[in-house]
């Protein structure tokens, strides 16, 4: 049995602390199931709540609370813990949820949602409700008034919020606030 000091103790090492990490909880934002960015081009930026501030680089693993914001001409695309998967168009902002809590915070500007299969509900929190978005693929964008947009692309899709549910097929669909049912529009969702 080798020693402490054993030359083969540098081999031994990577799986120990591995091992360590896995064990203690501090493996998991590296986990394979984490949200974490597919790709990001132009000036994006990833915020932290304990201030750290990652590159915004493919791979990068993301955390419940953290926040994207994009810039202007920027892409970036992640997939959630889920494996939906969340086109963000620049000048926007979003946050990641808690996996528990699942969907996304959309703070800003306009998202492209495709859906893990076999997703019920979508969750989509805005400034001013909770939509719970049913079906296939669909993008969101802001209004100028606070509102959002909901576009259908393939498939409809039923969203809800608490004050009641609308589908949306050829038309689209705007949340305005919580207490009140989505309304049908004419208005699409604006993906830049």
């Known amino acids: 049995m080798p020693s402490c000091l054993s030359p083969s103790l540098p081999l031994r090492l990577p799986w120990r602390v591995a091992l360590v990490l896995a064990l203690s909880g501090a493996g ?29 680089v493919a791979g990068t693993a993301l955390a419940p609370d953290d926040h994207l914001a994009t810039g202007p001409d920027a892409r970036v695309q992640l997939v959630l813990a889920d494996g ?23 703070i800003e500007g306009s998202v492209r ?3 893990a299969p076999g997703t019920r509900d979508f969750v989509l929190r805005t400034r001013r409700a909770t939509a719970r978005v049913r079906g296939a693929a669909f993008s969101a964008a802001y209004n100028a008034d606070g509102s959002v947009n909901v576009a259908s692309e393939r498939e409809p899709v039923e969203v809800c919020t608490p004050g009641g549910c609308v589908m949306a097929g050829d038309d689209n669909v705007r949340v305005r606030a919580d207490s009140l049912r989505p309304t ?6 604006s993906w830049r």
Do not use: C, H, M, Y
């Open 84 to 106: 939906s998967r969340v086109s963000v168009q620049g000048n926007s902002r979003v946050r990641i949820a808690a996996a528990a809590v699942g969907g996304l915070d959309f």
């Open 113 to 115: 949602v495709l859906p």
């Open 184 to 189: 049908r529009t004419n208005a699409r969702a």
């Open 28 to 56: 998991a934002a590296l986990a394979a199931d984490a949200p974490r960015l597919l790709f990001a081009s132009g000036p994006v930026e990833v915020r932290r709540s304990e201030g750290v501030q990652p590159a915004a």
